[in-house]
């Protein structure tokens, strides 16, 4: 805030107290508090307009949860989460490219449908930072939940993918390859910035997508701690999630995801995700191409 901002301010303070006493004063304050949290954010939510007023740059700068709060606001906050007397069991789907192909692309008019599908049936769909509530406290903030997610980081996830979780209001996220980043068909950095903006959410899928189960003990650490690094240098926040490649893994992968700051691994055996499992070692669901409507919503209920 400029000098002279802060004279009017502390002027109009003074005028206030003596003309409406400690009560006005207490109005005053009450008042003024609210455009900051307003302010901060509008901030985040323009983060790349350069025309960010002076008065809302000269406020603190919003801490990392605090960034994270306001690109949430579609959220059902966790003071309405309700706990649960039996484990729950999540749906974890598990998508890759978008396109035709092979069973591991979804084309794009069926994957827009299944979406909107999930949007009728009623489905919440969580975070990655909920998710980890739902499995680590029992608690849902709604009857029908999914954690939607997309193995590689394909290009697509961008050009097909971005524009449609915009349409279908999706939350989605995506287990991005450190070391394939910028590559010709993957993500650039600044690709998944834009869709981190735009509510997609990352998690680590390592550095170079090898079997960890397969590799000496150094390089699994390598491959966990250095992908949580990069993807916290380019999004600015440390995933809580590592989906294993090819969902390999042995006994020492789950110390060292552990060890590296996730708070889930993910598989690919074939389920709906409990606590029970481990939490590194969580199931998911495959979405084949060509389900019926019935046939991908009894999918999401039941896991197979
Ligand atoms: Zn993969």
């Known amino acids: 805030m400029k000098k002279t901002g802060r004279v009017v301010v502390a002027s109009l303070i003074a005028l206030l107290m003596v003309l409406g006493g400690i009560v ?18 509008a901030r985040v939510r323009t983060k790349a307009n350069s025309s960010t007023s002076r008065q809302a740059s000269s406020q603190p700068k919003p801490r ?4 994270q709060a306001a690109v949430t606001s579609d959220r059902i906050p966790l003071s309405k989460w309700q706990k649960q007397s039996t484990p729950v069991q999540l749906p974890i789907l598990m998508y890759h490219d978008i396109g035709q192909g092979n069973t591991l692309m979804m084309p794009a008019d069926q994957l827009k449908n299944q979406l909107t599908w999930l949007k009728q049936a009623g489905y919440y769909e969580l975070t990655p930072a909920e998710a980890y509530t739902v499995l680590s406290e ?15 980081g394909y290009r697509s996830m961008y050009t097909t993918g971005l524009p449609m979780f915009k349409a279908t209001n999706s939350r989605v996220t995506i287990n991005e390859i450190s070391g394939s980043v910028g590559s010709n ?5 600044e690709m998944i910035k834009t869709m981190q903006q735009n509510n997609v959410d990352f998690a680590s899928h390592t550095v170079s997508h090898l079997e960890l189960n397969k590799l000496p003990n150094a390089r699994q650490q390598m491959e966990l701690t250095n992908s949580r690094q990069t993807l916290a240098q380019i999004t600015g926040t440390a995933p809580n999630t590592i989906a294993y490649p090819v969902g390999r893994y042995n006994a020492a992968t789950l110390q060292y995801a552990k060890a590296a700051g996730y708070q889930m691994g993910l598989t690919t055996t074939p389920g709906l995700a409990a606590a029970s499992q481990g939490m590194y070692a969580l199931y998911r669901v495959r979405v084949n191409p060509g389900q019926t409507q019935a046939g991908f919503l009894n999918l999401v209920q039941h896991g197979y």
Do not use: C, M, S
């Not at 029992?138 to 590689?152: E, G, R």
């Open 185 to 189: 068909w993957n993500l650039t950095a």
């Open 138 to 152: 029992n608690k849902v903030p709604q009857a029908k939940i999914v954690w939607i997610t997309f193995d590689d």
């Open 24 to 41: 006005g004063g207490v109005a005053y304050y009450r008042h003024a508090a609210q455009p900051v949290v307003h302010e901060r954010v």
């Open 64 to 67: 990392k949860n605090v960034v």
